[in-house]
């Protein structure tokens, strides 16, 4: 089953596209699971509003442990499940991505899709699971950007992704507040000119922005007809 990477630079909304994202596919049925890359500064748990009883790194740390102890179940949510970090262990040492292949490659039997948020910025450390990888969901904030140098920044952010090694790269524009008549230029730029298909363009929303801060999934509140539910019936179709 694909195993698919999020990555982008810091600040894009990855980790708020790939939690909510895993959740909707899981809603349709599919089994799913979420996995918090970022070794040393996890962050997922705290979108899920959930700490690990067995963190990832508890298997960095020990690999002969029974993988099945990591992966917890959604309260809420059937078919979704996560092996997150804990954001408050101490870092004793630098952990070795290269053991995350063994985990990947145990994991892709058993669910129907997974979902690896990345480490923000260009996961250099993370680089031995790139093999692992089916497809790179690479998120962008063009807001962040003046719009004299965007196609320029796009340009550069994209090459830089796509150079990983992930078999087949997707974007994503999350969040732009630029003019519609700028964004429709950007998205044919990455189609037409970085010849990159755009998976999905998901607008700013205050309730993305508030389901974040409390740690609620979009789809409890949310069930169909939004950007991120299109974004995963989209994923769906493309990679099932």
């Known amino acids: 089953m694909p195993v698919v990477g999020v990555t982008g630079p810091g600040g894009s909304g990855k980790t708020t596209v790939a939690i909510n994202l895993g959740a909707y596919l899981a809603v349709d049925g599919i089994r799913t699971l ?3 890359m970022d070794l040393y500064f996890p962050d997922m748990s705290f979108y899920m509003d959930t700490m690990p009883k067995y963190p990832i790194h508890m298997y960095l740390e020990n690999h002969e442990m029974d ?19 804990d954001p408050m ?15 990947m490659a145990y994991l892709r039997d058993h669910y129907g899709m997974i979902i690896v948020d990345f480490p923000s910025g260009l996961p250099v450390d993370s680089f031995p699971v ?10 962008i904030d063009p807001s ?33 507040q630029i003019p519609e008549k700028k964004l429709i230029e950007l998205e044919d730029f990455i189609i037409d000119e970085l010849g990159i298909p755009v998976i999905g363009t998901i ?14 999934l979009l789809v409890e509140f949310w069930e169909t ?14 990679f099932l």
């Open 34 to 36: 979420l996995v918090d």
């Open 67 to 85: 993988i099945e102890w990591l992966i917890a179940p959604h309260e809420r949510i059937k078919d979704l499940h996560m092996i997150l970090g």
């Open 89 to 103: 262990r101490p870092i004793r040492k630098r952990y070795s991505f290269a053991l995350m292949t063994t985990l």
């Open 130 to 139: 790139i093999p692992e990888i089916d497809h790179q969901l690479l998120v």
């Open 144 to 176: 962040t950007v003046p719009l004299r140098n965007l196609k320029m920044w796009v340009g550069s952010v994209v090459m830089k992704f796509s150079r990983i090694g992930a078999e087949k790269l997707w974007i994503i524009i999350n969040k732009p």
């Open 203 to 216: 607008p700013h929303d205050p309730e993305i922005h508030e389901s974040t801060l409390t740690g609620t």
């Open 225 to 238: 007809g939004n950007p991120l539910s299109e974004l995963a019936y989209s994923v769906e179709e493309l």
